[in-house]
């Protein structure tokens, strides 16, 4: 019997010195991935220190799991499936048509929601309604309801949510559009709403490149405005808006720094921009660039035209 009970002590003292060592090797396993190789570790020793109880209850407390069992196996709390809404599940829809250069679609899907009041869902629209409008098969009766139709559903993202760069970017490319049927008054008048909204696009997020494009096509529309356009402006305004090459050339630069090749317009305007300031070493590499463009959309293969065209007139090919 005394020794029997020797062998207990010697059994439970060895228990105890092997608890310490596994509780130090919890400790610094607790939140690691390597806990599930500790429970098949313990596992291989439970039947032979008799640990059961203590050691369940240090890393239950712990971890929260219970340990123990016949056969050890990690129980994994499971996933919460979280519900997509409806106009995120459009959103993402949208875009990938948008990404996809597939306009028809893009607006068929998005014009189901048509009375929605999410800002996000509304500039989306604008910018359907906008991409169809500027399809070639596009009837002009169709084209002109297009970009009126384009402009409200930007207004209204805009009213929705002021603080959201796209309802400002396609409120100011939508109003740019309804001008060419509305005379040169009131796109002179539109102008300077239009340069307010880009330049509130582009504080909101200074990362969005097609901001910043669109604020230097912008100022190279105005440096680059005939002389009767401009006595026009001059008899109806005090200060009509104006701008220079220097700051087209700036903006357009800067678009490139955010996004590199980008937008094969914001290269053919970086070339138009330097042959107008008779840099035409830079305006050369720029409008090849732009040659070599990879043309998806009808809009790449128009610049890639113009582009030849220029180089052409440079005596290049």
């Known amino acids: 019997m005394a020794a029997r009970l020797g062998l207990r002590r010697y059994f439970l003292l060895f228990g105890q010195s092997q608890i310490l060592r596994y509780q130090g090797r919890v ?13 098949q570790v313990c596992a291989s020793h439970s039947s032979k220190l008799k ?8 890393l239950a407390a712990s971890r929260g799991f219970s340990l123990w069992s016949s056969e050890p196996k990690e129980s994994v709390p499971a996933v919460k499936q979280v519900p ?9 829809e949208a875009d990938r048509l948008y990404d996809a250069n597939k306009s028809t679609e893009l607006y068929d899907h998005l014009v189901r929601f048509k009375d929605t009041t999410n800002d996000e869902l509304l500039w989306r629209l604008a910018r359907a309604c906008r991409c ?35 309802s400002h970017k396609w409120t100011a490319i939508c109003l740019s559009e309804v001008g060419d049927y509305e005379g040169m008054k009131q796109k002179i008048l539109n102008a300077f709403v239009i340069k307010e909204h880009f330049l509130q696009a582009i504080e909101l997020n200074p990362k969005d490149a097609t901001s910043v494009h669109l604020l230097g096509l912008w100022y190279f529309t105005f440096a680059d405005m005939a002389w009767y356009q401009r006595k026009i402006a001059a008899t109806i305004f005090a200060s009509p808006p104006s701008g220079t ?10 678009a490139e720094k955010v996004s590199p090749n980008f937008y094969s317009k914001n290269l053919l305007m970086l070339g138009k921009t330097y042959q107008k ?11 090849t660039k732009t040659r070599d463009y ?17 180089l052409a007139s440079m005596g290049h090919k």
Do not use: H
């Open 245 to 254: 090459y220097e700051e087209a050339l700036r903006m357009f630069l800067s």
């Open 27 to 39: 400790r610094q396993l607790q939140n690691s991935w390597k806990v599930s190789r500790l429970w």
């Open 84 to 92: 997509v809404s409806p106009d995120v599940a459009a959103m993402d």
């Open 51 to 58: 640990l059961g109880s203590f050691f369940s209850t240090s």
């Open 132 to 166: 169809v409008a500027q399809l070639s098969c596009t009837s002009k009766e169709d084209k002109k309801r297009l970009t009126y139709e384009s402009l409200d559903f930007a207004q209204r993202a805009l009213k929705a949510n002021d603080k959201n760069f796209a």
């Open 277 to 287: 300031l008779g840099d035409n070493k830079s305006a050369l590499l720029y409008l």
């Open 294 to 310: 990879p043309p998806k959309t009808e809009e790449d293969n128009q610049v890639l035209e113009e582009a030849v065209a220029i």
